[in-house]
């Protein structure tokens, strides 16, 4: 009798045969052209150097598709295959193979409205459309086969009788089965491609980096230089009293140009981020995406009318400076508050979860900060700046001096806030 280890040893040899023929099938490029229809990414990549490969044949009424992509380590991930009507993700049809070495793999239909944000087709027939599905990983090759429908009565449901862009993404999944979003890890048809003939389809290198210097460029100017701008700003007036540079206060030369820093930063990370999209703006199918466009450009416009405020300021004994002066200041706190929103909303949207810690604790920081500082300035008595004698030129009775407790806490507060602009930096470089 056959006993259980030679059982075992024949299921082992099996499934590793049956690893080797699909992956030497996907890697095959001589039936491209004829037999199937190919893409290849990098472009011209041969055998194992391919990040992703795609093969597509015509079945009756159906489209057979044999899809692969290597991972570093395959435990919990996905791989997706999308057909799009242009070269971005938004308003695309999406096929993703999940894969997880400790439960069942599945292959489910999405339709994805935003850059990320799929919606499965059918809640209760995740699959519909779908059929021979096969998942197999070897040696790190994911490897996804199923036959889609060409067409089919359901929404969203795209028709493979017309051409598309093919798109290739792969990533993690979550503990729930949601797909992570896909970063830099993803590949672009160069033309649109007809799935009904055997035609190979040439792939064209996607870069990511005008999003990162983007992302880099908004950490940079509001949650690191504008905050100490602020601060400056409100509580450290009276910092350095005696110091005469062009006739001002030494709070004011660090206050002006480091918001003019933020405005021209932020301007640039438009421009990349602007350009980066085709110039064209983010679909209202993508709410989180879009939400963060738009309170983005509200606070690039507020920004920009900051400093011709400031310009057009009255003189400090005018009648209406302190219209003025209110005018700034809620200006002021309205697009600070829209930036930080703006910030940590591009934080959720792409990076992992892990880095809700450090988005948090800023939060928490920062309400820590202003609660000691307006209990430091409160108590205070030669704190307080005068709006009419004593707001940019130097006093020449009074020489109000600055608390300990302040002092500490403004350098805390800078040395926390660079090294968590340089974790979140490095967060971006590794992501994207």
């Given at each position: 009798m056959i006993n259980l280890s030679q059982i075992l040893a024949k299921l082992v040899l099996f499934c590793l045969t049956f690893g080797q023929l699909y992956a030497a099938e996907i890697l095959n490029s001589t039936d491209c052209n004829s037999k199937y229809g190919c893409f290849y990414s990098p472009k011209d990549c041969v055998d194992d150097q391919c990040e992703f490969v795609a093969k597509w044949?015509?079945?009756?009424?159906?489209?057979?598709?044999?899809?692969?992509?290597?991972?570093?380590?395959?435990?919990?991930?996905?791989?997706?295959?999308?057909?799009?009507?242009?070269?971005?993700?938004?308003?695309?049809?999406?096929?993703?193979?999940?894969?997880?070495?400790?439960?069942?793999?599945t292959v489910q239909n999405y339709y994805?409205?935003?850059?990320?944000?799929?919606?499965?087709?059918?809640?209760?027939?995740?699959?519909?459309?779908?059929?021979?599905?096969?998942?197999?990983?070897?040696k790190g090759?994911?490897?996804?086969?199923?036959?889609?429908?060409?067409?089919?009565?359901?929404?969203?449901?795209?028709?493979?009788?017309?051409?598309?862009?093919?798109?290739?993404?792969?990533?993690?999944?979550?503990?729930?089965?949601?797909?992570?979003?896909?970063?830099?890890?993803?590949?672009?048809?160069?033309?649109?491609?007809?799935?009904?003939?055997?035609?190979?389809?040439?792939?064209?290198?996607?870069?990511?980096?005008?999003?990162?210097?983007?992302?880099?460029?908004?950490?940079?100017?509001?949650?690191?230089?504008?905050?100490?701008?602020?601060?400056?700003?409100?509580?450290?007036?009276?910092?350095?009293?005696k110091m005469n540079i062009t006739g001002v206060q030494f709070w004011f030369l660090i206050h002006r140009p480091l918001m003019l820093t933020v405005c021209l930063l932020s301007l640039i990370g438009f421009g990349f981020i602007f350009s980066y999209k085709n110039w064209s703006w983010t679909s209202q199918s993508s709410v989180k995406n879009f939400t963060h466009s738009i309170i983005g450009l509200v606070t690039i416009i507020l920004s920009l009318i900051q400093p011709m405020m400031a310009f057009f300021r009255p003189d400090k004994l005018a009648d209406n400076r302190p219209v003025f002066n209110w005018a700034h200041r809620l200006v002021g706190i309205f697009v600070y508050s829209s930036s930080i929103t703006a910030v940590f909303l591009g934080i959720i949207i792409f990076l992992k979860n892990f880095h809700w810690i450090g988005l948090f604790s800023w939060i928490v920081w920062l309400v820590i900060?202003?609660?000691?500082?307006?209990?430091?300035?409160?108590?205070?008595?030669?704190?307080?700046?005068?709006?009419?004698?004593?707001?940019?030129?130097?006093?020449?009775?009074?020489?109000?001096?600055?608390?300990?407790?302040?002092?500490?806490?403004?350098?805390?507060?800078?040395?926390?806030?660079?090294?968590?602009?340089?974790?979140?930096?490095?967060?971006?470089?590794?992501?994207?």
């Open positions: 044949r015509l079945i009756e009424d159906q489209i057979e598709f044999i899809i692969g992509a290597k991972f570093d380590k395959l435990k919990q991930n996905w791989l997706a295959i999308a057909f799009s009507y242009d070269k971005s993700m938004g308003n695309d049809s999406v096929v993703a193979c999940k894969f997880n070495a400790e439960a069942n793999n994805n409205p935003g850059q990320f944000d799929p919606e499965l087709i059918n809640s209760k027939e995740p699959s519909e459309g779908l059929s021979d599905v096969k998942i197999t990983n070897f090759l994911l490897i996804c086969t199923f036959k889609r429908d060409k067409s089919k009565n359901a929404k969203n449901f795209f028709d493979l009788n017309e051409n598309y862009y093919l798109l290739m993404a792969k990533g993690d999944l979550e503990k729930d089965g949601s797909l992570t979003y896909h970063a830099s890890d993803k590949a672009i048809s160069q033309q649109k491609i007809d799935f009904n003939i055997a035609l190979e389809a040439k792939s064209v290198k996607v870069s990511t980096n005008f999003v990162k210097i983007h992302a880099i460029l908004m950490i940079i100017a509001w949650p690191f230089l504008s905050t100490i701008g602020i601060l400056f700003a409100r509580y450290y007036k009276s910092i350095f009293p900060l202003i609660v000691l500082l307006e209990v430091f300035h409160s108590r205070s008595s030669t704190d307080k700046v005068h709006e009419k004698s004593n707001e940019f030129k130097i006093s020449e009775n009074e020489e109000p001096k600055i608390g300990i407790q302040k002092t500490i806490l403004l350098i805390v507060h800078i040395v926390l806030s660079l090294l968590w602009t340089l974790m979140m930096i490095l967060a971006i470089l590794e992501y994207f």
